[in-house]
């Protein structure tokens, strides 16, 4: 087994590392994944639980995934849309006309 530090920096964010101690095989196959698609291996990590996380939200109601948004960022990253209902209302009836088409 080979130890493999991994130093993870995320958007600014402060830098924390890990020792994570990988089989040779998994070691192996995650160097030459990251090398076919030029990534550092910690780059490479860090997307693939970035990955998980955003494939697992547990969203029931309307105001848990407006909270699951703000804590993603993605609250007020449109500043193009001034007026969200008349946005809604144009994509609606955008989709209401191709599926009449």
């Known amino acids: 087994m080979f130890w493999t530090q991994c130093i993870f920096a995320v958007r600014s964010q ?7 101690n990988l089989p040779a095989d998994i070691e192996k196959e995650m160097a030459e994944e990251v090398a076919k ?38 609250i007020g990253t449109r500043s193009d849309i001034t007026d969200s209902q008349k946005q809604a209302r144009t994509i609606r009836e955008e989709v209401e006309k191709r599926l009449r088409s």
């Open 14 to 20: 402060p830098v924390n590392s890990i020792t994570i």
């Open 37 to 74: 698609i030029g990534l550092s291996l910690s780059e490479f990590i860090v997307q693939k639980l970035q990955a998980r996380r955003i494939a697992k939200p547990s969203v029931k109601t309307d105001a848990a995934l407006v909270n699951y948004w703000r804590l993603e960022g993605l």
